[in-house]
């Protein structure tokens, strides 16, 4: 029997690139796809899977009113964000570790952004209990499945959490400028993904 593969995500679209972009090139696996977990266990009956591969981002029914935020407040959000003037200025005058003053200065730009990030996915209701939720019951039902995540918009807050949760990796879903080109990524990046999705399902296999 092939090793079963357990990709649950909440996006039609991505199930659309792991069928159609990824799967096609590991004959090898077989692939059992599902928005939800329980979805999952009813598709996989009586089988064990090799690997959950699991999308991170959600959204949280616990938000009774999601809402995008206003292109005027994030406006105003982002003029007071520190710009490439604050980085530069006065930087030939500064003594001592200069690499590590430039690096902390375009950071704050960088921190700001993601802060900004941070707030918009919160009010909009999308966050990571989603997907955390489901490496628990994963953990709960098949103790000794590996599971790795497979996200987007995660940040480095997210990774620390993952980790805590155990999870046994992270990969990135590549990401174009529009859905086609985010296709294209996906078709070239299948390959080097199944490499490593092989990888971690023989590193539970040997650890079971």
């Given amino acids: 029997m092939k090793p079963i593969v ?26 059992v796809q ?10 996989l009956g009586n089988r064990v899977p ?27 959000r982002v003029a007071d964000f520190p710009t490439l003037e604050h980085v530069y200025e006065g930087l030939d005058d500064i003594e001592g570790d200069l690499t590590n003053e430039y690096l902390k200065r375009l950071f704050a730009i960088v921190d700001c952004w993601r802060t900004l990030f941070e707030d918009v ?12 939720s489901n490496l628990r019951q994963a953990r709960q039902h098949y103790p000794q499945t590996p599971a790795v995540f497979y996200t987007r918009k995660s940040l480095i807050r997210d990774a620390v959490a993952m980790f805590k949760a155990g999870a046994d990796g ?19 990046y299948a390959p080097r993904l199944l490499v490593d999705l092989r990888n971690v399902m023989a590193a539970g296999t040997a650890a079971g």
């Fill in 6 to 31: 357990c990709f649950i995500d909440d996006s039609g679209f991505e199930h659309d690139l792991v069928r159609y972009e990824i799967a096609t090139s590991a004959p090898d696996l077989e692939f």
């Fill in 34 to 43: 599902a928005y939800t977990f329980n979805e999952t266990v009813e598709r």
């Fill in 50 to 76: 090799g690997l959950f591969l699991l999308d991170l981002w959600g959204q949280d029914p616990d938000v009774r009113e999601p809402r995008m935020t206003s292109m005027d407040e994030l406006r105003t």
């Fill in 121 to 132: 996915c919160d009010r909009i209701g999308q966050n990571r209990k989603y997907g955390l």
């Fill in 170 to 188: 992270l990969f990135i879903k590549p990401t174009g400028s529009d859905d086609h080109d985010t296709r294209r990524l996906t078709r070239a």
